[in-house]
């Protein structure tokens, strides 16, 4: 996929590289089809799907596990903390999400801001973290709904797990069917399903206020016997605490799916901050207010780690309460199980809109206007997994997908404050207007060559993310004006730099910092290089201006993240300390995917690219072409 047939092998592979950063324009999903998704979520349906899919089953859990392995009493803390570092990606997500308000979430503020290849990866790796999240969902709500109607035997035999010999597998109906079910819901509208998500996670809430105000009760009936404790409040210490944190982290993960559905708000530039925002504050308090009746209900070494909640007030003679709580598990898993499947659908529909997946998946249906067809194949794929496989082992690589999301929107931020893309990609039909343009300033602007001009933007490709020499091609392609001021010039080059090593030492310090295995010495230098290149990056960037280009960057009036960069950094230190903690056997099963993401890149993607062959040009002509192809169309 050269851009000239002369066989040079080196310009081919430089061509292939330069293909990996080439980035794609903020509206690009307006402007490339006539049929959207329907506008039809405001801030009270955003929070729905939010909390919906962010309280699931796991905090019915996580308190009593946490709680007597790391946290002990204050296991409040360890949520707030939690929350505090979740709310680093939320303000990230926010921003991101108003200025660039459309279906793909992460893999779409990706390629705008870093390029096709991350964009690829953090796409696939979405596709893999709701596919198994989904499934793994969908498993865990049969036995908790057996328990709801009596007892782990109490389903009809046509709903009951069975065995099969044969195959030594454990089938699932029930959980295949509530997928499907899920995804009948989802294909109806988005308004509709987002309804039924709001009236299951107000089910699933209003049992958690039942568990705060009922434990609350007990507790002052009682005296709160766990925190009268001879150990005191912070029985494994700050560490304990902050270990907790880390693991409870992971029930925060699930406002992203806001972030999926952009361009169904009707004012996502107030909307999309809105929702998120409340969400997660909705949920921190929750988690906050549960754990902190809980566990000064029972000390903490006591607590039931399977069922902890239900022990707890069985411990006091309410046993009638497991019921209700029961019942919430139910609810909150059914809630996330929609939270999960309803972004797939919208991240394949992205991917197929920008040519990196078949157009099969960016079918919208004209009626109820959603991808039903992406819709139909993620709810399939989930089914299966659900019936036949037991996915819990596989559940870290759900995490491995949203901590790469998490990761590449802070730097996504950055990039959009310090070095925001300064060209558009045009469709290669505007040449003509772009000559034009280009010969009218090429007596102040452009210097002859051979072929008579001198670009740094080629045919089909984008310039990387740091600034190169430049480099003379054979087409007549617009090049920037000569900067007046070279400092700004030489400002996004440092930025651009500082920005790629501060990543480079945030990695450093958080893998020495975790691989105990390592020698003291060479552990402790990797800290101290890693170190040193964060916090320089760090000061660099704060000394530094910020571009002005980000005023009109995407869409003006939204969410502004504040803090930059102390906050995205911060975001990206803890997300890339939480990737390398999540474990070898787990990110040996990602590789395998990621693997198959680059043969399928490799083999269709990159070669069906909606940018293959668009024309880059300084973003301050754009206009200017446009209206010149107007008046020659005219």
């Given at each position: 996929m050269g851009l000239s047939g002369?066989?040079?092998?080196?310009?081919?592979?430089?061509?292939?590289?330069?293909?990996?950063?080439?980035?794609?324009?903020?509206?690009?999903?307006?402007?490339?089809?006539?049929?959207?998704?329907?506008?039809?979520?405001?801030?009270?349906?955003?929070?729905?799907?939010?909390?919906?899919?962010?309280?699931?089953?796991?905090v019915y859990i996580l308190v009593g596990t946490v709680a007597r392995e790391h946290s002990g009493p204050a296991l409040t803390f360890s949520f707030l903390v939690a929350g505090i570092a979740a709310a680093l990606s939320a303000f990230c997500y926010a921003e991101l999400a108003s200025r660039c308000p459309s279906a793909g979430s992460a893999y779409h503020y990706s390629y705008i801001c870093v390029g096709e290849g991350v964009a690829w990866?953090?796409?696939?790796?979405?596709?893999?973290?709701?596919?198994?999240?989904?499934?793994?969902?969908?498993?865990?709500?049969?036995?908790?709904?057996?328990?709801?109607?009596?007892?782990?035997?109490?389903?009809?035999?046509?709903?009951?797990?069975?065995?099969?010999?044969?195959?030594?597998?454990?089938?699932?109906?029930?959980?295949?069917?509530?997928?499907?079910?899920?995804?009948?819901?989802?294909?109806?509208?988005?308004?509709?399903?987002?309804?039924?998500?709001?009236?299951?996670?107000?089910?699933?809430?209003?049992?958690?206020?039942?568990?705060?105000?009922?434990?609350?009760?007990?507790?002052?009936?009682?005296?709160?016997?766990?925190?009268?404790?001879?150990?005191?409040?912070?029985?494994?210490?700050?560490?304990?605490?902050?270990?907790?944190?880390?693991?409870?982290?992971?029930?925060?993960?699930?406002?992203?799916?806001?972030?999926?559905?952009?361009?169904?708000?009707?004012?996502p530039q107030r909307d999309l901050p809105l929702g998120i925002a409340s969400a997660l504050s909705v949920c921190c308090a929750l988690y906050m207010l549960v754990s902190g009746v809980i566990v000064g209900l029972v000390p903490y070494y006591s607590m039931d780690p399977d069922t902890p909640i239900s022990s707890a007030f069985a411990s006091h003679g309410m046993k009638w309460a497991a019921f209700i709580i029961t019942a919430g598990a139910v609810m909150a898993l059914c809630s996330t199980l929609m939270g999960s499947i309803l972004p797939q659908p919208r991240i394949l529909m992205a991917m197929a809109r920008d040519g990196l997946l078949p157009p099969f998946f960016s079918d919208i249906n004209k009626k109820t206007q959603v991808p039903i067809k992406s819709t139909i194949a993620t709810g399939i794929c989930a089914a299966v997994l659900a019936f036949f496989m037991d996915v819990s082992q596989l559940a870290g690589m759900v995490s491995v997908g949203t901590l790469l999301a998490f990761t590449m929107v802070a730097i996504s931020v950055l990039i959009l404050r310090y070095v925001p893309p300064d060209e558009v990609p045009l469709p290669?039909?505007?040449?003509?207007?772009?000559?034009?343009?280009?010969?009218?300033?090429?007596?102040?602007?452009?210097?002859?060559?051979?072929?008579?001009?001198?670009?740094?933007?080629?045919?089909?490709?984008?310039?990387?993310?740091?600034?190169?020499?430049?480099?003379?091609?054979?087409?007549?392609?617009?090049?920037?004006?000569?900067?007046?001021?070279?400092?700004?010039?030489?400002?996004?080059?440092?930025?651009?730099?500082?920005?790629?090593?501060?990543?480079?030492?945030?990695?450093?310090?958080?893998?020495?910092?975790?691989?105990?295995?390592?020698?003291?010495?060479?552990?402790?230098?990797?800290?101290?290089?890693?170190?040193?290149?964060?916090?320089?990056?760090?000061?660099?960037?704060?000394?530094?201006?910020?571009?002005?280009?980000?005023?009109?960057?995407?869409?003006?009036?939204?969410?502004?993240?504040?803090?930059?960069?102390?906050?995205?950094?911060?975001?990206?230190?803890?997300?890339?300390?939480?990737?390398?903690?999540?474990?070898?056997?787990?990110?040996?099963?990602?590789?395998?995917?990621?693997?198959?993401?680059?043969?399928?890149?490799?083999?269709?993607?990159r070669n069906h690219s909606s940018l293959l062959n668009v024309v880059y040009v300084p973003t301050a002509h754009v206009e200017e072409i446009r209206r010149n192809s107007g008046e020659t169309l005219a």
């Amino acid at each position: 996929m050269g851009l000239s047939g002369d066989g040079n092998d080196g310009r081919s592979w430089g061509c292939g590289l330069r293909n990996l950063v080439r980035r794609k324009e903020v509206d690009s999903a307006n402007s490339s089809r006539g049929s959207l998704l329907a506008k039809e979520l405001s801030v009270l349906h955003l929070i729905a799907i939010g909390v919906g899919s962010t309280i699931g089953a796991g905090v019915y859990i996580l308190v009593g596990t946490v709680a007597r392995e790391h946290s002990g009493p204050a296991l409040t803390f360890s949520f707030l903390v939690a929350g505090i570092a979740a709310a680093l990606s939320a303000f990230c997500y926010a921003e991101l999400a108003s200025r660039c308000p459309s279906a793909g979430s992460a893999y779409h503020y990706s390629y705008i801001c870093v390029g096709e290849g991350v964009a690829w990866l953090i796409g696939w790796a979405l596709i893999l973290e709701y596919t198994i999240g989904g499934s793994a969902v969908a498993r865990g709500i049969s036995p908790n709904l057996a328990l709801l109607f009596g007892g782990p035997d109490s389903l009809p035999a046509f709903l009951a797990r069975q065995h099969i010999p044969g195959l030594d597998v454990v089938v699932d109906p029930c959980a295949a069917a509530l997928v499907i079910i899920v995804t009948g819901l989802l294909c109806v509208g988005i308004k509709e399903s987002t309804m039924a998500q709001a009236i299951v996670t107000t089910a699933n809430v209003c049992a958690m206020i039942f568990v705060i105000v009922a434990g609350t009760y007990l507790g002052f009936k009682t005296g709160w016997p766990g925190y009268e404790l001879p150990t005191g409040y912070f029985p494994f210490g700050v560490d304990g605490m902050l270990a907790g944190s880390a693991t409870v982290f992971f029930a925060y993960i699930g406002f992203d799916s806001v972030a999926s559905t952009a361009e169904e708000v009707k004012n996502p530039q107030r909307d999309l901050p809105l929702g998120i925002a409340s969400a997660l504050s909705v949920c921190c308090a929750l988690y906050m207010l549960v754990s902190g009746v809980i566990v000064g209900l029972v000390p903490y070494y006591s607590m039931d780690p399977d069922t902890p909640i239900s022990s707890a007030f069985a411990s006091h003679g309410m046993k009638w309460a497991a019921f209700i709580i029961t019942a919430g598990a139910v609810m909150a898993l059914c809630s996330t199980l929609m939270g999960s499947i309803l972004p797939q659908p919208r991240i394949l529909m992205a991917m197929a809109r920008d040519g990196l997946l078949p157009p099969f998946f960016s079918d919208i249906n004209k009626k109820t206007q959603v991808p039903i067809k992406s819709t139909i194949a993620t709810g399939i794929c989930a089914a299966v997994l659900a019936f036949f496989m037991d996915v819990s082992q596989l559940a870290g690589m759900v995490s491995v997908g949203t901590l790469l999301a998490f990761t590449m929107v802070a730097i996504s931020v950055l990039i959009l404050r310090y070095v925001p893309p300064d060209e558009v990609p045009l469709p290669s039909s505007l040449q003509s207007s772009i000559d034009s343009v280009a010969l009218r300033y090429s007596s102040q602007d452009i210097y002859g060559n051979d072929r008579g001009v001198s670009v740094d933007t080629v045919k089909g490709e984008a310039r990387p993310l740091l600034n190169e020499k430049e480099i003379t091609f054979d087409y007549p392609l617009i090049i920037k004006r000569v900067q007046a001021n070279f400092t700004e010039k030489n400002r996004r080059i440092l930025a651009g730099w500082t920005i790629m090593f501060t990543c480079i030492g945030a990695f450093v310090l958080t893998f020495a910092a975790s691989s105990l295995g390592l020698p003291s010495s060479l552990r402790f230098s990797l800290c101290g290089v890693g170190g040193t290149l964060l916090l320089s990056g760090l000061v660099v960037l704060t000394v530094i201006d910020q571009d002005e280009g980000r005023h009109s960057f995407g869409h003006s009036g939204g969410f502004i993240c504040p803090l930059v960069p102390l906050l995205p950094i911060v975001c990206i230190l803890i997300n890339l300390y939480l990737l390398i903690n999540l474990g070898a056997a787990t990110w040996a099963r990602v590789s395998v995917w990621l693997m198959i993401g680059v043969v399928v890149y490799v083999f269709y993607g990159r070669n069906h690219s909606s940018l293959l062959n668009v024309v880059y040009v300084p973003t301050a002509h754009v206009e200017e072409i446009r209206r010149n192809s107007g008046e020659t169309l005219a």
